[in-house]
């Protein structure tokens, strides 16, 4: 993984404690509390765990901007079908960001 971009994850949320678990048999445990801290565990033995500890109000920002992505990731996924389906949508939108391209 990318130690900058972890780096700035652990910073833009307040990440306190990071633990890196070795392989386990399968078991999930879902304990968070509405405290200062939440903790969020997932045990497979296929992937490696790890274990975080972070703020209450980060792991809300981070629910609510994983929502927030995949609702985005929805909308892009239609409009690439859209396009595909019609041609002058795509003419349009190719010479929109050319347009925009070209302001910036």
């Known amino acids: 993984m990318n130690d900058k971009l972890l780096n700035e994850f652990v910073k833009r949320y307040s ?3 990071i633990s890196y ?3 386990f048999s399968y078991n999930s445990r879902y304990d968070y509390t509405r405290t200062a801290s939440g903790q969020l565990a ?3 033995s296929h992937q490696q ?3 975080i500890e972070i703020p209450m109000r980060a792991l809300e ?3 609510e901007m994983d929502a927030n992505a ?3 990731y929805l909308r892009h996924r239609e ?3 859209i396009r595909s389906k019609h041609l002058a949508v795509e003419t349009a939108d190719s010479q929109y960001k050319m ?3 070209l302001y910036r």
């Open 99 to 101: 347009l925009l391209e």
């Open 42 to 44: 997932y045990r497979d």
């Open 70 to 72: 995949e609702l985005e």
């Open 21 to 23: 678990a070795k392989f």
């Open 49 to 51: 765990s790890v274990d």
């Open 61 to 63: 920002h981070m629910v």
């Open 79 to 81: 409009e690439r079908l």
């Open 15 to 17: 990440i306190t404690n």
